[in-house]
């Protein structure tokens, strides 16, 4: 019952934009923490960017200044703007939710952001 989606990966050239979406559906969405988590080739998953139920955000250093998170609750959406993009942005982007309370994870399937000239 419980789904993340995500969607619109590609392929884009460096200084390019891509924006990320992530549908949520089958729990309370709007009382989770949602991040943006990425695994490049090689790699361990890494934290990208949360956004908590109250709206604050948090960025990797990496990406700060660049990327965006937002929901809208009401839409059961959740955004991870990238701009300025560079090749070591190259990697499979997942959506995460989780609840502080009970602990618990939900992830997508991931979408591939590839980002080269």
């Known amino acids: 019952q419980v789904q993340l989606v995500e969607s619109g990966g590609g392929l884009v050239q460096p200084g390019g934009s891509l924006r990320l979406s992530c549908a949520p559906s089958g729990f309370s969405f709007s009382t989770y923490v949602m991040s943006w988590y990425r695994q490049a080739p090689g790699k361990e998953r890494e934290l990208v960017a949360t956004i908590t139920s109250g709206g604050s955000t948090n960025y990797a250093d990496s990406v700060k200044g660049r990327f965006t998170i937002s929901r809208d609750n009401a839409k059961n959406t959740v955004l991870l703007q990238m701009n300025s993009l560079k090749p070591e942005d190259t990697a499979v982007y997942y959506c995460?939710?989780?609840?502080?309370?009970?602990?618990?994870?939900?992830w997508g399937q991931g979408t591939r952001v590839t980002v080269s000239s």
């Open positions: 995460n939710a989780y609840h502080t309370g009970l602990r618990i994870n939900y």
